[in-house]
């Protein structure tokens, strides 16, 4: 399946937009020519998952991902870093593109087998902090879910309750002085949350596509650019912030079109706007911190919703215990609702969250997370050893219950157990 699938020509003009906002700082640097620091690290990770149920439109109950990540930095002057990273992947569920071209926007159905994960510079002088290039920019205080974190589309085609962040490409630039700092985000062209595949177990479909050919038509993604801005205040004892956001959803509405004649449902992904107004805070009390976030989302898309989407946690170390609990929630403002939409963040809302971490040595740790709705609940438990200084084993087990129609219910059949080898260097 390589519909919508971004070719290597049409991404070069996006490398070179990245290219030349890199180059601006850069010239001058390589003129001065002093003294330069060089960092790198990196691992190869090679992951198993285990599937004990088939899932409707799934078979395979055991997958294998291999990942190689390399990350480097560069430090020209004290005021000036250039930082990078590249991923290269492979799996046995075709979940990762086996064509060997470089990804540079991540708008491809499956994972590119070869990408540029990062690749910005920093220039740092006095109370400002700019980044430009593919980066990572992440807001909010919360941390299982964080409603205000606009700028941070997620990988969820391997696992919707296992996902990690894409980079986007953006001009950030950070103002700090004293206890306040203004963070102000643009980015040119937009990046979106990637989705799992209509043939895959966590693409649920519901009863009545059974005997229908179900065609995926790729996306249409918008055009235009992306802007937000974030206002944030340190006092004694607790913080806030306000955020601004205006662009796009970075998950995806939609549109069906059947066809009769050959018994066939062609759909395609498109992306509704998005205005978001947010605000944040966490206090520290005497035993536990306390923090709150929220988010409301206005959009001017036909067939999309407004919502109100809020978090209420309560955080609290214990020696070497971290104890994580609250309450994420989601109110409907206005807009149907509308079954053909894939919506994680909001699938976790109307549910009571929790993780608790144990680091038992400097070799040892357990994690485990849950969330628990009224018709649905998942947990995961994890277990970390280090072996060496180089290797990591980590193996889990992740459990989903609930009805079909709930969001983490629909997901029954997917519980799994995973173990994942490392080797850093």
Known sequence: MTGGVTEWPAARPRLAVVTLLLASPWTPLLAQGPATAFEQRGFIENRGLAFPWDARNDSANVMDQALFRWEGSYRAAPWFKLSGSLDARADTH??????????????????????????SATLHKGMVTAEIGRQFIRWGKTDILTPTDRFAPKDY???????????VTAARVTVTKGGDSVDLVWQPWFTPSRTPLLNQRWTVLPPEANGIRIIDAGARYPGGSQFGARWNHIASGFEYSLSYFRGYHSLPLFDGRFDPAAFTIRTQRFYPTLEMYG???????????????????????????????????????VKEWSLVGGYAGNVLTNGPENPAQFAPDRGFAR?????????????????VETAIRANGSFARFEYSQAIGLHWRVTPGV?????????FLGQYRRNSYASLAVRYSF
Request: aromatic share 8%.
């Open 157 to 167: 085609l391997g696992s919707v309750v296992d996902s990690d962040f894409l980079g």
């Open 279 to 317: 605000a944040d805070a966490a206090v520290q009390l005497p035993w536990v911190t306390i923090k709150g976030e929220s988010g409301y989302f206005k959009t001017t898309t036909p067939g999309a919703q407004e919502y109100l989407l809020y978090v209420i946690q309560v955080e609290r170390q």
């Open 351 to 367: 549910s009571f969250v929790g993780r608790a971490a144990l680091t038992i040595d400097v070799n040892r740790s357990v994690a």
């Open 398 to 406: 992740a459990w989903l219950r609930g009805a079909a129609g709930d």
């Open 94 to 119: 075709r979940q990762t593109d086996r064509d060997a071209r470089v990804s540079v926007d991540d708008r491809q159905m499956q994972r590119p087998a070869l990408a540029l994960r990062q690749l």
